[in-house]
């Protein structure tokens, strides 16, 4: 019997009161009873407006009618067919503005859970299967991939399953990208993301650490020694600052510099050779899910108060709904309509606090929301030992500096044609944040599927 429930099933959790003490995991994932009566809300649409909210085109339909039979393993098998991260979408894709906005169960209620479905049928594979993905017979083609990020590791997975030869560059130690050094534990255990990696590997992809494209080589190196397409994923890491007085005292990180050294290097480990200070007043400047991470992250490690600070209302917040209210239950503050004008120190050099003004919302600006406007004579101070700045990133220069006739924007950002994610150079793609600046993982994969077929349609016609 369909469920008509006008309610999604509850995502069974760990207590605020318990999970901002800790790193695991803060959603627990559906039962296998929850997940099948969850499947059964669907309508299966003639239509299918799911699917085409769906960056990487997932036939949403279809697996969750597998889902209502009991059939997991089918389930996945469907979603396998267009994604190579389903258990990573299932946990950090935003469902809410893509898939789920369009689901027709959402006019008169609820969207049908897809995220928390794909989640389920990832973790019941993970769990359930021993067997590696099968290495494909290769069709001669050898394929570099710069960056082992969301972009990345699609583009990878696609184009191995083709047959090509796939070799994947990444600067740092370990691969995952930003779902490694960017996303906490608590959000996406990094041993999911070392089993989608697993995976690609399995299927013939090789991964070179500590490859600084721009350094140890470069693109035009890697034309030349028999790589016949490259594919630029390499994300948008260098962080943005506000230039305000007092930005370079010490307890003032960038949220990239900050998050790494937690989710990465393991900084709240009891142990961990990584160095990182654990305040008890902590400001996060930025309203998006970055700055959710770093202010939960400061939470789990001690901090008495924190903060976020955006210069916007709560209706403006770019962050997952979710995520402000995962934070709001931990205890996070949210300082809104006020913006920070200078960071303050002490005789040591070390953050004591920072002044800020009230704002208030006037005229739509070019975004299309409503500018922030300095209320005067609001000047406050708020007491601080660290600030986190999270007002966004841009890709990193490195690749453009090295890499003659590759066109960029003014802001770092790299053009490609957006059918195909080709670059002004022959043979180069790009696709992710490299191309758009930061924006979700959904949406960085979509770009290395789009990346993929064209290779693919390039070497072989």
């Given at each position: 019997?369909?469920n008509?429930s006008?309610?999604?099933n509850?995502?069974?959790?760990?207590?605020?009161?318990?999970?901002?003490?800790?790193f695991?995991?803060?959603?627990?994932?559906?039962t296998?009873?929850?997940?099948v009566?969850?499947?059964?809300?669907c309508?299966?649409?003639?239509?299918?407006?799911?699917?085409?909210?769906?960056?990487?085109?997932?036939?949403?339909p279809?697996?969750i009618?597998k889902?209502a039979?009991?059939?997991?393993?089918?389930?996945y098998?469907?979603?396998?067919q267009?994604?190579a991260?389903?258990?990573?979408?299932?946990?950090?894709?935003?469902q809410e503005?893509?898939?789920?906005?369009?689901c027709?169960?959402?006019?008169k209620?609820?969207?049908?859970?897809?995220?928390?479905l794909?989640?389920?049928?990832a973790?019941?594979?993970?769990?359930?299967?021993?067997?590696?993905?099968?290495?494909?017979?290769?069709?001669?083609h050898?394929?570099?991939?710069?960056?082992?990020?969301?972009?990345?590791?699609?583009?990878?997975?696609?184009?191995?399953?083709?047959?090509?030869e796939?070799?994947?560059?990444?600067?740092?130690?370990?691969?995952?990208?930003?779902?490694?050094?960017?996303?906490p534990?608590f959000?996406?255990?990094?041993a999911?993301?070392q089993?989608?990696?697993?995976?690609?590997?399995?299927?013939?992809?090789?991964?070179e650490?500590?490859?600084?494209?721009?350094?140890a080589?470069?693109?035009?190196?890697?034309l030349?020694?028999g790589?016949?397409?490259?594919?630029i994923?390499?994300?948008?890491?260098l962080?943005?600052?506000?230039n305000?007085?007092?930005?370079?005292?010490?307890?003032?990180?960038?949220?990239?510099?900050f998050?790494?050294?937690?989710?990465l290097?393991?900084?709240?480990?009891?142990g961990?050779?990584?160095?990182?200070?654990?305040?008890?007043?902590?400001?996060?400047?930025?309203?998006?899910?970055?700055?959710?991470d770093?202010a939960?992250c400061?939470?789990?490690?001690?901090a008495?108060?924190?903060?976020i600070v955006?210069?916007?209302?709560?209706?403006?917040?770019?962050?997952?709904?979710?995520?402000?209210?995962?934070?709001?239950e931990?205890?996070?503050?949210?300082?809104?309509?006020?913006n920070?004008?200078k960071?303050?120190g002490?005789?040591a050099?070390?953050?004591?606090?920072?002044?800020?003004?009230e704002?208030?919302l006037?005229?739509?600006?070019?975004s299309g929301?409503?500018?922030?406007?300095?209320?005067?004579?609001?000047?406050?101070v708020?007491?601080?030992d660290?600030?986190?700045?999270?007002?966004?990133?841009?890709?990193n220069p490195?690749?453009?500096?090295?890499?003659?006739?590759l066109?960029?924007?003014?802001w770092?950002?790299?053009?490609?044609?957006?059918?195909?994610?080709l670059t002004?150079r022959?043979?180069?793609?790009?696709?992710?944040?490299?191309?758009?600046?930061?924006a979700?993982?959904?949406l960085a994969?979509?770009?290395?599927?789009?990346?993929?077929?064209?290779?693919?349609?390039?070497?072989?016609g």
């Open positions: 019997m369909p008509m006008l309610k999604k509850e995502m069974p959790s760990q207590e605020p009161h318990i999970r901002s003490q800790n695991k995991e803060v959603a627990l994932g559906y296998a009873e929850q997940a009566d969850e499947a059964k809300r309508l299966n649409c003639k239509n299918r407006p799911c699917v085409g909210g769906c960056p990487v085109n997932i036939l949403i279809d697996f009618a889902m039979e009991g059939d997991f393993e089918g389930a098998q469907v979603i396998a267009s994604s991260l389903p258990a990573v979408c299932g946990r950090v894709c935003p503005s893509q898939c789920e906005k369009y027709v169960r959402g006019v209620g609820e969207p049908v859970a897809i995220g928390r794909e989640r389920f049928a973790d019941w594979h993970n769990e359930h299967s021993t067997e590696a993905p099968a290495k494909p017979e290769s069709n001669g050898k394929v570099a991939v710069i960056g082992s990020g969301p972009s990345g590791l699609t583009c990878a997975g696609d184009l191995a399953r083709l047959g090509y796939v070799t994947v560059f990444e600067a740092l130690h370990t691969a995952g990208g930003v779902l490694v050094y960017g996303i534990e959000r996406l255990p990094k999911i993301v089993k989608e990696i697993d995976g690609l590997k399995a299927m013939g992809v090789k991964i650490t500590n490859m600084v494209i721009g350094r080589l470069s693109i035009d190196e890697l030349e020694d790589f016949e397409a490259v594919f994923g390499s994300g948008a890491g962080p943005r600052f506000m305000i007085p007092g930005e370079n005292l010490k307890g003032v990180y960038s949220a990239n510099e998050l790494t050294r937690v989710n290097m393991k900084a709240y480990q009891h961990s050779d990584t160095p990182i200070q654990r305040a008890r007043r902590v400001a996060v400047v930025g309203g998006g899910n970055v700055a959710m770093a939960r400061a939470k789990r490690l001690g008495e108060e924190v903060y955006y210069r916007r209302s709560e209706a403006e917040l770019p962050a997952r709904a979710e995520e402000v209210e995962h934070a709001k931990e205890g996070v503050v949210f300082k809104l309509l006020n920070p004008t960071i303050l002490d005789e050099g070390a953050v004591c606090g920072m002044e800020c003004l704002m208030e006037g005229e739509p600006d070019a929301r409503r500018r922030p406007v300095e209320k005067a004579g609001s000047e406050f708020l007491d601080l660290c600030v986190i700045m999270a007002i966004g990133t841009s890709p490195l690749i453009k500096s090295t890499t003659a006739g066109e960029t924007q003014k770092g950002g790299i053009i490609v044609n957006e059918e195909t994610g002004s022959p043979n180069v793609y790009a696709g992710g944040d490299a191309v758009t600046g930061a979700t993982v959904i994969m979509g770009a290395g599927k789009t990346a993929a077929r064209a290779i693919h349609q390039q070497l072989n």
